[in-house]
């Protein structure tokens, strides 16, 4: 098939066969449930309509040609709506969830968020855990691709700066590249993963948990199976999950360069200093806010743990931080807006962003002083764009209407102001815990089911870095391309008369 002809066939083929592969899983989990003695059922029904959907859609698809950018749009908003609503049956057949709690869980899974439904832990059987950890996994390394191969080359909400070079293909076309990167992606997450859950189990965690929080602590995620988090454990398996929900918020391009035998990558990378920093500093500050509460080892332990873990929109919990003093929790909702390094699994707004917000803001300023002087941007060694900063502006507006109509709109439905802010700080930057009603300890299953749909979909257009999913809302969206007419073709040129 000519590539003219294929055009338009790229979404369904990555559609379908992402949710044959999903099916595929599901249909591993089913046949893991019923050796187990726990109900399969569930499984084999979301497996069932997974395939059912992905068979037609791998069929009408093909990959004989470059997608265009609306093309690839499409392919990534459909892809995180469709994988949640094949995901959620399980909760619904095997935990006996609400179809809409059982979506919020899905959501919040493949999203990578750690936001959760489930108010009885005991009720769940242990393959939906093992399932749910699995699904933050698989969203992980999802992002992962698109923050690095896809989202730069569409230059989606000014990403198309905050990436490493990953090593490989050098030409635009998106296709070589998101093979290529995904290859690399995946092979450093899986070593991660792997060293992770080997860590947990020496540090003395029992290997089921091990594994459901490998798989959740890479992905910057924060499901865990047991309803207090990380409470319960000895505390070497704190130190554990500090370094690696560390790692799992570095750019993953300089993780793979740094693995290949360039460790001075990632102390000259800005971000990576100045996201260092902040860890450090935030989290001395909530040590010595804490200190009272807690021996001197202690405090240190809770307060760094938290500090990554929000920081890093992770959102496992040592203990209840919800009881600590307003000046901790304060710092600890503020690290919801900064997030964890671009090109990682992390949420948020992402560091590089607020370093090229605060270079503008510092510019502006020597501008009012010299208004004819020219200056330049830059952040490190690299020189930004105005195109860029414009789209960081954008986003970060776009953050803040949403956030504000979100917290709004959960207050006047019933809930108070912290619960309500940090319900929707939490869910559009992907932390999962907030405070009040939905903190660590807590559930989102109280809230009003219209406050719940809302941080559905904040959690998805949080995870799809916000400008993606409005796009839906532009008129030009719509308007598919017109072909071109004869009449619009430019005419041939004219071929003058030989003369003798």
């Known amino acids: 098939m000519s590539p003219h002809r294929a055009r338009g066939r790229f979404a369904p083929y990555v559609l379908g066969t992402a949710l044959l592969a999903l099916a595929a899983v599901l249909a591993a989990f089913a046949a893991g449930a019923a050796v187990a003695s ?36 499409v392919a990534v908003l459909s892809l995180w709506l469709l994988f949640p609503l094949v995901g959620h049956v399980p909760y619904v057949v095997s935990a006996g969830m609400t179809p809409l709690n ?48 896809v989202f730069p080359q569409l230059a989606i909400a000014g990403r198309q700066i905050f990436h490493t070079e990953m090593p490989g293909p050098t030409e635009q076309r998106l296709t070589p590249r998101l093979r290529h990167t995904a290859g690399i992606v995946l092979s450093v997450y899986l070593a991660l993963s792997l060293v992770c859950g080997i860590a947990y189990v020496m540090a003395g965690m029992p290997l089921f948990d091990a594994v459901a929080h490998a798989f959740t602590t890479v992905a910057a995620a924060g499901f865990s199976p047991q ?73 240190v332990r809770h307060g760094f743990f938290q500090v990554v873990s929000i ?16 000046a901790a929790r304060a710092l600890l909702v503020a690290l919801m807006f900064i997030g964890g390094s671009a090109g990682s699994a992390a949420g948020g707004v992402k560091v ?31 020189r930004i764009g105005e195109e860029v900063v414009r789209a960081v502006a954008a986003f970060i507006a776009l953050y803040t209407v949403l956030l ?89 040129p004219a071929i003058g008369r030989r003369h003798g």
């Open 227 to 299: 309803a207090r988090s990380f409470e319960s454990y000895h505390p070497a398996v704190d130190w554990v999950a500090i370094v690696f929900m560390t790692l799992a918020a570095v750019n993953f391009a300089l993780l793979w360069r740094a693995f290949g035998g360039r460790p001075r990558e990632l102390l000259r990378d800005p971000e990576l200093r100045a996201y260092v920093v902040i860890v450090l500093l935030v989290g001395t500050l909530v040590t010595v806010q804490i200190a009272p509460l807690y021996v001197p080892g202690e405090a």
């Open 352 to 382: 590089a962003r607020w370093l090229i917000m605060a270079q503008h803001t510092a510019r502006e300023v020597r501008r009012a002083l010299h208004p004819r002087a020219v200056l330049p941007l830059r952040v490190g060694d690299r």
């Open 102 to 149: 059982a979506l919020f869980e899905a959501m919040s899974g493949f999203t990578a968020t750690g936001a959760t439904a489930i108010t009885d832990f005991d009720a769940v059987p242990s393959s939906l855990f093992l399932f749910r950890a699995f699904s933050q996994w698989v969203g992980g390394v999802g992002i992962l691709v698109l923050f690095i191969a």
């Open 311 to 326: 920081m890093t929109t992770t959102g496992y919990a040592s203990v209840d931080y919800d009881a600590w003093p307003d």
């Open 404 to 492: 504000g109509v979100s917290a709004m709109t959960v207050a006047w439905l019933g809930e108070d102001l912290t619960t309500a802010f940090t319900a929707a700080a939490a869910t559009i930057g992907n932390v999962g815990p907030g405070l009040g009603l939905v903190g660590p300890m807590a559930s989102y299953a109280e809230l009003h089911p219209v406050s719940r749909g809302l941080l559905i979909f904040n959690m998805y257009a949080g995870r799809l870095e916000i400008v993606t999913v409005f796009v839906l809302a532009t008129p030009g969206w719509w308007r598919l391309p017109r072909a071109r007419r004869p009449a619009d073709l430019p005419p041939a």
């Open 38 to 73: 726990e109900d399969p059922w569930g499984f084999a029904l979301a497996a069932a309509i997974g395939a059912g959907i992905g068979l037609p859609l791998r069929w009408v698809g093909r990959t004989g040609s470059e997608p265009t950018r609306r093309e690839a749009l």
